[in-house]
């Protein structure tokens, strides 16, 4: 019961009340570049101030998956009790100590600590360029920080630091140079560091201090309502589908008066001299090739149907902020698990319906899609954390229990779902019996290739949703908090009534080509979106960031593949199943008197 009591506060959100004098714990958390936001490192790297035995707080699994380390600080602050100029501690810093300061200060090293659930972030130090010639560089460290705490009745609402009338402690060339009267000799350098707290009186409620947090900007803020680039998106999406529906309705219109003139008996009886998607019904039905892999694709792409969706009702229903530290990395994981038993399902079901026969190596196939892969991308990604020592590298006892939670879940509810879809999988609907002897296909104009329907099926969902994806980068790959789950929620349901649509305009094409092998052809069509989604990560990468570094790049192009990988099952799966719907529809009304 207790759990569960636990997982009600987390969801409602819980405000823990303060009573004057009360100690505030200030935890210390992560240092690191300023433009690769993925490349961190724990506070105590750095040659600062630091208790004797370190005390690490007790994270949920988003929060290590998000790189979080919090350990407990020197810092003494009391609820509401403003405290003045306190030594912090006194440092003698090695000349490698000095370097190590230098180089992170020069490479715009900021620090984020944690009050009450509020992060707080700040620069490590202060460089100066100044002048061409003669030219100056200075570096300086930030050995005060005033903290500014806001709060309302018993409850924390805000808090920041400010070094706004300090003086920046240089560090010059070289340790053992007096400084400011603070050097010491024998090649090392003598700090002191200290700090203030303020506290300041808010009207702002608990439940709205999420806002206060959003309206800070330590970080640029890109992030804006963009409500004309979605209601333009809007317009040309519904332009487009209203075109493809209304040619496409007048065009099978026109087909049907064409072959159900005549028409005497069943669809076996169809008159074989005419041309067209008619004479081809004998054929379109055959199962394809590889056929255990469509299904594993079909069944995969389900699941990550359901899981964005769920994702995105959640979002919506403000399970996520800025307070809840990898909230949403946790319900994703979570979900992932719990919906395998869709993908076994899908998967299994459909394997079952056109005639598949190894259907223990269709779950085992199923269940590895998209785990194995991502297993991969992730064991390259983390080693080069490991060795760079950055705090997004998984500690192993993360890594079993993530392994635990697909070994014991995730897999197992693969293979129910599989069971289940085997046992209840009935007999696949075909409109039109399929001959022994497969039609020969002509040969087919340039312009019905599948490279040019790939290119034609992924630009269109990729034009709708690629105004809202640059807004995913920037939350995902930058700083920004994404909000707009209302305006992610059109365009999710944007992006897959085009790859539905698209996809059967191109079906309808080649079936007129009397070309039946559509199967593939319909994944591939508007699976290509996710080879769209890279090269614009690739673009996102080199013009609209400032990432850099082996670290960084690592990281953002193995899980560009992994995210392109994603869309392309996605919609794959919405393709087929729109095109598949569409044939037994077109095929069927051909009976119709």
Not at 30 to 44: D, L, R, S
Not at 157 to 182: C, Q, R, T, W, Y
Not at 266 to 275: A, S, Y
Request: charged share 15%; hydrophobic share 45%.
């Amino acid at each position: 019961m207790a759990p569960v009591c636990v997982l009600i506060l987390v969801l409602v959100g819980w405000a823990a009340g303060h009573k004057l004098g009360d100690n505030v714990t200030l935890y210390v958390n992560k240092v690191g570049p300023y433009h690769n936001p993925q490349e961190t490192y724990h506070y105590y790297t750095l040659p600062v101030c630091r208790p004797e035995k370190v005390h690490h707080k007790s994270l949920s699994l988003g929060e290590v998956l998000d790189g979080d380390r919090m350990a407990e600080s020197l810092y003494h602050i009391r609820f509401g009790e403003n405290v003045g100029k306190k030594v912090l501690c006194q440092l003698t810093l090695s000349e490698k100590q000095v370097d190590e300061l230098r180089e992170a200060i020069e490479e715009l090293y900021y620090f984020e600590f944690v009050l009450d659930d509020i992060p707080i972030w700040g620069f490590v130090g202060y460089i100066e360029e100044s002048g061409f010639l003669p030219h100056s560089h200075k570096v300086g460290l930030w050995t005060h920080l005033d903290f500014n705490i806001e709060y309302n009745g018993e409850s924390v609402i805000f808090a920041n630091v400010s070094v706004k009338d300090v003086k920046p402690f240089p560090l010059e060339e070289g340790a053992g140079a007096a400084v400011g009267g603070m050097g010491v000799g024998g090649g090392s350098l003598t700090v002191t560091h200290t700090y203030s707290v303020h506290w300041y009186e808010s009207s702002l409620p608990y439940a709205r201090r999420a806002e206060r947090l959003r309206d800070y900007s330590f970080f640029p803020k890109t992030l804006e309502i963009h409500w004309l680039s979605i209601i333009n998106s809007l317009v040309l999406v519904v332009l487009l589908l209203g075109f493809v529906i209304i040619i496409l309705m007048r065009v099978l219109k026109n087909d049907f008066a064409r072959y159900n003139v005549e028409e005497e008996g069943g669809c076996d009886d169809l008159d074989q001299g005419d041309n067209g998607w008619k004479i081809i019904h004998t054929d379109v039905f055959r199962f394809p090739p590889f056929k255990s892999l469509l299904c594993a694709v079909l069944g995969v792409g389900a699941q990550f149907l359901t899981l964005a969706t769920a994702i995105i009702i959640m979002a919506l229903l403000g399970r996520f902020n800025v307070h809840r530290h990898g909230a949403i990395n946790s319900a994703a994981i979570v979900l992932y698990a719990l919906t395998s038993c869709v993908s076994g399902y899908v998967s299994c079901s459909f394997y079952t319906q056109i005639n598949g026969q190894r259907w223990v190596w269709n779950i085992i196939l199923t269940s590895s899609l998209f785990s194995a892969p991502l297993f991969l991308t992730w064991s390259v990604v983390n080693s080069v954390h490991w060795w760079s020592g950055s705090t997004q590298a998984l500690p192993a006892t993360t890594v079993l229990l993530l392994l635990g939670a697909w070994v014991l879940v995730g897999f197992p509810l693969t293979v129910i779902g599989g069971i289940v879809g085997k046992n209840r999988a009935g007999n696949f609907q075909a409109p039109c019996r399929t001959r022994n002897i497969p039609r020969q296909i002509p040969k087919q104009p340039w312009y019905k290739h599948a490279v040019i329907h790939m290119a034609i099926g992924g630009f269109l969902p990729f034009s709708a949703i690629s105004v809202e994806l640059y807004y995913i980068f920037a939350t995902v790959w930058g700083r920004e908090h994404y909000t707009l789950y209302g305006i992610l929620l059109c365009v999710y349901a944007i992006l897959l009534s085009v790859g539905a649509c698209i996809s059967v305009a191109l079906t309808y094409f080649l079936l007129s080509g009397e070309d039946y092998r559509w199967w593939w052809r319909s994944v591939l069509s508007t699976g290509s979106t996710g080879l769209f989604i890279f090269v614009y990560s690739v673009f996102y990468y080199r013009n609209r960031s400032s990432m850099s570094g082996l670290v960084q790049s690592t990281e953002f192009f193995g899980y560009s593949l992994l995210t392109a990988l994603v869309f392309s099952l996605m919609l794959g799966s919405v393709s087929f199943w729109a095109s598949l719907t569409f044939i037994r529809y077109i095929y069927r009304n051909l009976k119709m008197d």
